[in-house]
């Protein structure tokens, strides 16, 4: 994932949360798909929502199970086009429910653990969403250290609801592919035919989507440049 770059947005490696559950516990969950795959769908939009989610964004090893999931999927129970749109769906409900979290509640979730004691983690978002705008929703997606927080933070800075919807819908989508393709193509590699399966349109999908995190990075280190 992009790197912000710098000493600003670095992660804080002091002060980290420790994951709360290991890979190792959803190993049931996957044989349990791979018997019952018409629910891999909605397992990866429920993923999608949980990574980009407030607090249990920290908390979970997101972008393993996400490439866990894509890697099932690839195998051969699920399209590459429903995956994505199921990843598209939760990644966009996920940053929505956020952003309304901060917008509903304001100042009052500083009081929220872990932010309690952790201020910092909300005070570099603030930084980030003041500086880069509208953009910082879409940016920010591809900024670890910061991703869980800039949707609460543009709630809490009274973002229009507007402006945030419509970037949270449109970054949504780079967002899925990014985070399935790498899962989705290393299960498709077990069985070499499964790629061949993948449309014209879905290739030049990963492709837009690849050109458009390559822009992503250009645009936060020019910003950073600028400023």
């Known amino acids: 994932m992009a790197k912000a770059g710098g000493k600003r947005y670095a992660a804080d490696t002091t002060n980290k949360i420790p994951v709360v559950m290991e890979l190792s516990y959803f190993d049931?969950?996957?044989?349990?798909?791979?018997?019952?795959?018409i629910w891999l769908g909605p397992v990866i939009a429920i993923a999608a929502f949980l990574e980009t989610l407030?607090?249990?964004?920290?908390?979970?090893?997101g972008v393993a199970i996400l490439f866990a999931l894509g890697a099932l999927a690839g195998g051969g129970l699920l399209g590459i086009v429903p995956v994505f749109l199921w990843a598209f769906l939760g990644a966009a409900l996920g940053d929505a429910v956020s952003y309304q979290l901060g917008y509903h509640y304001h100042d009052r979730v500083r009081g929220w653990?872990?932010?309690?004691?952790?201020?910092?983690?909300?005070?570099?978002?603030e930084r980030f969403v003041r500086r880069f705008g509208v953009m910082s929703i879409?940016?920010?997606?591809?900024?670890?250290?910061?991703?869980?927080?800039?949707?609460?933070?543009?709630?809490?800075?009274?973002?229009?609801?507007?402006?945030?919807?419509?970037?949270?819908l449109l970054?949504?989508?780079?967002?899925?592919?990014?985070?399935?393709?790498?899962?989705?193509?290393?299960?498709?590699?077990?069985e070499l035919d499964k790629i061949k399966n993948i449309p014209d349109w879905g290739w030049w999908t990963i492709g837009v989507s690849c050109l458009v995190l390559g822009l992503v990075v250009w645009l936060i280190k020019a910003f950073r440049k600028k400023y």
Do not use: C
């Open 28 to 37: 049931s969950i996957h044989a349990w798909l791979e018997i019952h795959h």
């Open 54 to 61: 407030v607090v249990v964004g920290f908390l979970l090893p």
């Open 113 to 125: 653990w872990p932010f309690s004691k952790h201020a910092d983690w909300l005070n570099k978002g």
């Open 138 to 168: 879409a940016l920010g997606r591809f900024v670890g250290p910061i991703r869980p927080v800039v949707p609460v933070v543009a709630g809490m800075l009274n973002m229009s609801p507007r402006q945030f919807y419509i970037t949270n």
């Open 171 to 190: 970054s949504s989508v780079p967002w899925a592919v990014v985070y399935l393709t790498p899962g989705y193509l290393a299960g498709s590699a077990v």
